[in-house]
């Protein structure tokens, strides 16, 4: 099946405390992206990649990192979490390296809190 | 960058049409024009999406004006399944900037049984 995956689906952390969130497809997509989502503000994009090695600043890139060095995962890092990161994230891939011009395909959100 | 302006609510019958209304004055000539839903706890899924003509998929239908300064995505007959958050998308139009997606905070649609 075609799909989106991250991981892990909650987390739950104490600031300052580095962490991961996982993002795979397995579509063979070469766009791949990073949004967070807070009651008010909607979906934000975090960083977008439209290749392996290729990875690029969205609306809100302050406090994290990605990195892609395969084609089919795109690591969101949060080196030093802060409270305010806390919220929604959705990672999302799409066939075209030009993302705007295709469909993209969202993950199930990984919620995280940062105490 | 170009923006979309949605109403914040909408309701609508069961088994009615619905006429979602999204304006985007500021459009630019080569912006596409994308339609995304966010079931409740669920990641936003692809509706529909445009440039010019009018598209039809086996979701929903997307009329686009003529000036393409606003859209209206159209659900044939709304289900309670179709309850959930409408985002109007524009891509932006500079070479650079293609690949940016800005989502707005959209339209609630409830749908009374």
């Known amino acids: 099946e075609a799909q989106v995956t991250q991981n892990p689906r909650y987390l739950i952390t104490v600031t300052g405390k580095k962490l991961t969130v996982t993002c795979s497809q397995n579509m063979n997509h070469e766009y791949m992206s990073w949004y967070r989502q807070d009651p008010g503000l909607g979906l934000r994009q975090i960083y977008y990649s439209m290749n392996v090695e290729v990875t690029d600043k969205g609306d809100v890139p302050e406090g994290y990192k990605v990195s892609r060095k395969e084609k089919r995962n795109f690591p969101l890092i949060l080196e030093s979490p802060s409270p305010n990161q806390t919220s929604l994230y959705f990672c999302?891939?799409?066939?075209?390296?030009?993302?705007?011009?295709?469909?993209?395909?969202f993950g199930p959100g990984t919620r995280l809190t940062v105490l | 960058d170009a923006k979309t302006t949605q109403p914040n609510s909408m309701e609508s019958n069961e088994e009615e049409p619905v006429h979602l209304p999204c304006n985007h004055s500021t459009i630019s000539g080569t912006d596409y024009i994308h339609w995304y839903r966010q079931l409740p706890s669920q990641g936003p899924e692809y509706v529909i999406h445009?440039?010019?003509s009018n598209v039809n998929n086996r979701m929903a239908s997307l009329a686009i004006a003529e000036d393409r300064k606003s859209s209206t995505l159209i659900l044939h007959r709304a289900t309670l399944r179709d309850a959930a958050v409408y985002y109007c998308?524009?891509?932006?139009?500079?070479?650079?900037?293609?690949?940016?997606?800005?989502f707005g905070s959209g339209t609630k649609l409830n749908v009374k049984p």
């Open positions: 998308i524009l891509t932006p139009s500079l070479a650079d900037n293609f690949n940016k997606f800005y």
């Open positions: 445009g440039l010019t």
């Open positions: 999302a891939s799409s066939s075209y390296p030009q993302g705007g011009r295709d469909t993209q395909y």
